[in-house]
């Protein structure tokens, strides 16, 4: 049972400032994924792959009860050891999962042989996470068969500000900073 099982039946339904603001940032920079493979490593509820139409999907996360939540085939899996073959993947996902396993960036890039998308809260940012979190720097995600095309850190805006209604005092601060980060390389 990881920490995650327990929040499985609501995730989707909780509001989350850093979720809406992820998908804010990223949906309009996807690429078409039709014929493609989609894994997604750390899927939760597979959030992600409910919107890649067109796509064979695969989740992977250590949760049971999140992968239930998820569409098409699901693994439960270690972000440290995927089992999925090298370049094994046209799109790869990674979605505040890397705070969990930074290490898990290897893993990415080793079943990458198109796309890779990497999401997290940023980590110059000290926010309570549901898991142990380990600290990383934004230097340490390079690899030498990657190019990263894109780079955001986007701070909270005027969007996300109604998911604040029950803490408004909390809003002013939460904008100051960049509050996630979106990149992604290519091979």
């Known amino acids: 049972m990881t920490a995650f099982d327990d929040l499985a039946a609501t995730y989707d339904s909780t509001l989350n400032p850093l979720l809406a603001l992820e998908e804010r940032v990223l949906t309009p920079i996807l690429p078409d994924v039709r014929g493609l493979i989609v894994?997604?490593?750390?899927?939760?509820?597979?959030?992600?792959?409910?919107?890649?139409?067109?796509?064979?999907?695969?989740?992977?996360?250590?949760?049971?009860?999140?992968?239930?939540?998820?569409?098409?085939?699901?693994?439960?899996?270690?972000?440290?050891?995927?089992?999925?073959?090298?370049?094994?993947?046209?799109?790869?996902?990674?979605?505040?999962t890397l705070g969990y396993a930074p290490e898990c960036f290897t893993e990415l890039a080793r079943i990458t042989r198109g796309t890779l998308v990497v999401t997290d809260v940023h980590p110059e940012r000290d926010w309570a996470r549901m898991a142990p979190y380990q600290r990383y720097s934004l230097a340490d995600l390079h690899h030498p068969g990657l190019t990263r095309t894109h780079f955001f850190e986007p701070h909270l805006g005027e969007q996300e500000r109604p998911l604040f209604a029950a803490k408004p005092h909390l809003y002013e601060a939460a904008c100051e900073h960049p509050a996630i980060f979106v990149a992604i390389w290519t091979r």
């Open 39 to 96: 894994a997604d490593v750390g899927s939760g509820t597979g959030r992600w792959l409910h919107r890649m139409r067109g796509a064979k999907t695969i989740a992977l996360d250590s949760s049971v009860e999140m992968l239930k939540h998820g569409p098409g085939l699901s693994v439960v899996a270690d972000a440290l050891k995927v089992p999925l073959r090298d370049e094994s993947a046209d799109l790869i996902l990674c979605s505040f």
